[in-house]
Every structure is written in structure tokens, then in C-alpha cells.
């Protein structure tokens, strides 16, 4: 695409965050113009690096155009936007982050991790407490109980009390509820 375009003398290359076709391509595209600050306005340089600034299935998408059709920087942008602007278009909303579970062989530090991580993510954007209350309301009865208590606290004080109770369930200090249930229907199928 630019094959001609030269860097200025003695600029050293950035390093580029690299973006794999998942998150907010218009935040790449932000932070990828921050990082070229130093060269000017030059919008054939910013086309010809761009390709070093992706990964994966974005570097794939842009390997398969053709650059021919990218006059101006503005046309590779848009072309980048309509590709992966789906990313925050589609991106979760409350309801579903509400709903997301443990998985039975995840621990719940890995649980709470993946569940910021698409909080996040979700549109629109909410505060900490905000966040912290939806984690909270997501839970089993037996974290939940235990877990309104520290509804204020910062999320990682919530995992720390997400931890403990996890670890009372294992140890039988605290009743699995579900153990409970799958117990009582038992029992109350043969009569008893």
C-alpha cells in the first residue's frame, strides 16, 4: 500500500497495542494515531503501519483487502469501523451480564474475573457500585446471603468473601444449597 513512503529520519517505531479483532476498534484506533503523534500528519505513514498495530482475526480481515481501495487514511478507518464496530454494537447489556454463572468446574475467582471482564464490556457503562451490586444479585442463594454485606466494598474485597464461602462449601462448614435440594427431592421421591 505505500510501498514509496518513507519514515522520517531516525524515528524509532512504536510499539503498537495490538488489536485481535475483539474489543473497541475505535479505541485501537485512537490509542494507533496516539502513537504516531511524532510524525506528523502523514496519512500514507499511518496506512502503511497500520497493519502492525493487529492480530489474529483482524491482521487475517486486513491481509484480505484490497489496499488499493484505501485512498485516505479515513477510508481504511472506516472500512476497519464497519468490519468490527459489531464488537461494541453487540456488546453485552445488563440483562445478560446479570444472568452469567459460575461454571461448575470454575473456581470462583475465575468466575468473578470472567464476570468483571464482560461488566466491562456491557453498554451502557456503569458505575463500580453499580457493577458490584449486579455481581452480587448474580449469585447463588448461599454466596448472595453472605455477600449483601459487603455490597459497598471494592470487588476485589468481594472475591476475597466469594473465596471464603466457596471454600466453607467445600469444607462443609456452610450447606450447599443445591446439595440440599437434589437431597430433599430424593427423598421425597422414595416417600420418605
Known amino acids: 500500500m505505500h510501498p514509496d513512503v518513507e519514515l522520517p529520519e531516525g524515528y524509532k517505531l512504536p510499539k503498537f497495542e495490538m488489536f485481535n479483532g475483539i474489543g473497541d ?12 503523534v511524532g510524525i506528523g500528519r502523514d496519512e500514507r505513514i499511518l496506512m502503511k503501519l497500520f497493519m502492525r498495530s493487529l492480530t489474529g482475526e483482524a491482521l487475517s ?5 484490497d489496499p488499493r481501495k484505501w485512498v485516505e487514511w479515513v477510508d481504511m478507518a472506516t472500512d476497519f469501523m464497519n468490519r468490527f464496530g459489531f464488537n461494541v454494537e453487540n456488546a453485552a447489556d445488563w440483562f445478560y451480564i446479570q ?3 459460575k461454571k461448575p468446574n ?16 456491557a453498554r451502557p457503562p456503569m458505575e463500580e457500585s453499580q457493577m458490584n451490586d449486579y455481581f452480587i444479585r448474580a449469585q447463588e442463594p448461599q454466596y448472595y ?14 472475591i476475597k468473601l466469594g473465596e471464603r464461602i466457596e471454600e466453607g462449601i ?20 422414595r416417600g420418605m
Open 61 to 65: 480481515w486486513y491481509i484480505e483487502q
Open 25 to 36: 476498534p475505535k479505541a485501537h484506533l485512537r490509542m494507533y494515531c496516539d502513537k504516531l
Open 99 to 101: 444472568n452469567l454463572r
Open 145 to 158: 446471603d453472605r455477600m449483601m454485606l459487603v455490597a459497598e466494598k471494592s470487588f476485589a474485597k468481594i
Open 106 to 121: 470454575e473456581s470462583f475467582r475465575d468466575y468473578a474475573i470472567r464476570w468483571r471482564s464482560e461488566a466491562a464490556r
Open 170 to 189: 467445600k469444607n462443609r462448614i456452610i450447606s450447599n444449597l443445591e446439595a440440599l435440594q437434589a437431597t430433599n427431592k430424593a427423598l421425597q421421591s
